[in-house]
């Protein structure tokens, strides 16, 4: 009934042409109730690519024909090669040899830990105006990155952040799970070189992340997202940090990013979401702090006790 609808729709009234209409479970959604749609501006090559076999479990074999008749196909699917993409993993287990690779480790720990305790909350706050998961898809993140925690370089924090990206690209779900990959990935470049990182070096690395999703995501501050939070907190750090390379002085920059990024958090409340999910549910359900921007108050504030 709704695919017919849209495809009357699209057809009738916006005059387009559908030369393709998959319908099913593609993609299920904890707590969420609807449809989705997606649209694709079709051309030969992705009409090529989309009739080739597949053995993804969830894509349907069968679809609506340009003529407007059910189609399938058989074609065998485009040959591929292996990748020799490097793993910023260690092969064996390995423990950190340097106090600031320790104290490395030691924040991704609370960082882990917090987030885990925060699952139900986070996902109560997603209900309100997402799939109702977003504590759930942080937790597989977190989950795997415990798992392999004694096989990261922490004494190298540009390859241990890189690890950490592999890790949630491979284990988190969603937009959060590409958002995060990409904060973590770009975070690093400012990390590279010498193991010994100065508090203005994981400033830039932040402001790299926050750069890369404004830039990938579409999203700013005061659109209802996790940047609410993360925005306040790297400009609270970067104005207490000053020019300043002293450790006693990042922890109290620390400090007051952690209150600007519950404060930035806290202020979402009152936005009305302009990009996720809550962006297409009504601005009158949607009075809740995002899911998204309280992550990332709990992981930095956890990253601050992991330094305590």
């Known amino acids: 009934i709704m695919a017919g609808s849209a495809i009357s729709y699209l057809t009738e009234k916006l005059k387009l042409k559908v030369v393709r209409a998959y319908m099913g479970a593609l993609m299920t959604s904890l707590e969420m109730a609807g449809v989705s749609f997606t649209l694709l501006k079709m051309t030969p090559q992705w009409a090529e690519c989309l009739d080739q076999s597949t053995s993804a479990p969830g894509w349907p074999t069968i679809s609506l024909g340009p003529d407007g ?111 995060y990959t990409i904060f973590l990935t770009s975070a690093s470049i400012a990390l590279e070189g010498d193991s010994k990182k100065s508090p203005q070096d994981w400033l830039k690395g932040l402001e790299n992340g926050i750069n890369a999703i404004r830039r990938y995501g579409g999203a700013d501050i005061g659109d209802r997202t996790m940047l609410d939070a993360l925005i306040p907190a790297a400009t609270a750090f970067k104005t207490e940090l000053g020019s300043s390379t002293d450790t006693d002085t990042a922890i109290k920059a620390l400090v007051k990013a952690v209150e600007a990024a519950h404060s930035g958090a806290e202020s979402t409340k009152t936005m009305d979401a302009k990009a996720g999910r809550a962006s297409n549910v009504d601005s009158s359900l949607v009075t809740q702090v995002d899911p998204g921007a309280k992550a990332v108050a709990i992981w930095l504030e956890a990253v601050l006790n992991g330094l305590k």
């Open 69 to 179: 008749s059910a189609m399938r196909t058989d074609t065998p699917p485009f040959p591929t090669k292996g990748t020799d993409k490097q793993t910023n993993l260690s092969a064996h287990l390995i423990q950190p040899n340097t106090i600031y690779g320790q104290s490395l480790r030691n924040c991704v720990s609370s960082l882990c830990t917090a987030l885990i305790a925060s699952e139900a909350e986070l996902n109560r706050l997603d209900r309100g105006g997402g799939d109702g998961d977003c504590g759930t898809t942080l937790r597989a993140g977190v989950d795997a990155i415990r798992k392999e925690i004694d096989y990261i370089l922490w004494d190298n924090p540009y390859r241990a952040l890189l690890a950490i990206s592999d890790i949630v690209e491979r284990s988190m779900g969603g937009t959060s799970g590409a958002i």
